[in-house]
Every structure is written in structure tokens, then in C-alpha cells.
């Protein structure tokens, strides 16, 4: 199983970047996984950002409400973060992670820099 992140990049303080997610191999039934998004800044742990349960729950960040967006498209595997009105203090590498059970896979992280 493999969990690609991409969407990452170089955006101006207040602008948008929208992540994917997506899953390829022996995954099965995508829409049994709860999706997560979790970034990790230079120096710092990793952190939650996103969950987006089976059963159609998000939950996010205090420092992200209202301005992330989890999303997903079980029909392609994949899932989405959507970024606005970004700020300098969401520069981190971003990581998506799909969860059943016992079961944990990991993608490999997409950097976003945010420039002031």
C-alpha cells in the first residue's frame, strides 16, 4: 500500500494550496479508512491537523478551523486538504495518514512554505 501526498509548495501569506492524497496498492475498501492530515514543523513534533472519519466526521486543529478543509473522493482513494488564507506558521511538512483498526499507512510528506 502506498499513500502519495502532493499539492505542496511555495504560496504568499493568504493564499491556497489544496493537498491530495492518494492511495494505491492493496488498500482495500477506501471508505472503511478514517483519513487524517498531520504536519510537522522544523523542531517541532508532529502534529494533528485533520480527521475525516468513516462515517463523514471532521474534526480539525483550533489553529487550522475555519480555514482547512478535509475532504474525500472514495471513488478515487483519495483524500484532500484544502488551505486558505495560509500563514507563515503553517509552513511545515504535511502528511496524510489512513487508519482501520490496527491498521496505520503513512504517505511520505509534501512541504508547504508559507511566505510572509
Known amino acids: 500500500v502506498q499513500l502519495q501526498a502532493s499539492g505542496g509548495g511555495l504560496v504568499q501569506s493568504g493564499g491556497s494550496l489544496r493537498l491530495s492524497c492518494a492511495a494505491s496498492?492493496?488498500?482495500?475498501?477506501?471508505?472503511?479508512?478514517?483519513m487524517r492530515w498531520y504536519r510537522q514543523a522544523p523542531g517541532k513534533q508532529r502534529g494533528l491537523v485533520a480527521t475525516l472519519t468513516r462515517g463523514g466526521i471532521t474534526v480539525y486543529a483550533d489553529s487550522v478551523k475555519g480555514r482547512f478543509t478535509i475532504s474525500r473522493d472514495d471513488a478515487k482513494n483519495t483524500v484532500y486538504l484544502q488551505m486558505d488564507s495560509l500563514k507563515p506558521e503553517d509552513t511545515a511538512v504535511y502528511y496524510c495518514?489512513?487508519?482501520?483498526?490496527?491498521?496505520?499507512?503513512w504517505g511520505q510528506g509534501t512541504q508547504v512554505t508559507v511566505s510572509s
Open positions: 496498492g492493496s488498500i482495500g475498501i477506501f471508505s472503511l479508512y478514517t
Open positions: 495518514k489512513a487508519e482501520r483498526g490496527n491498521i496505520n499507512y
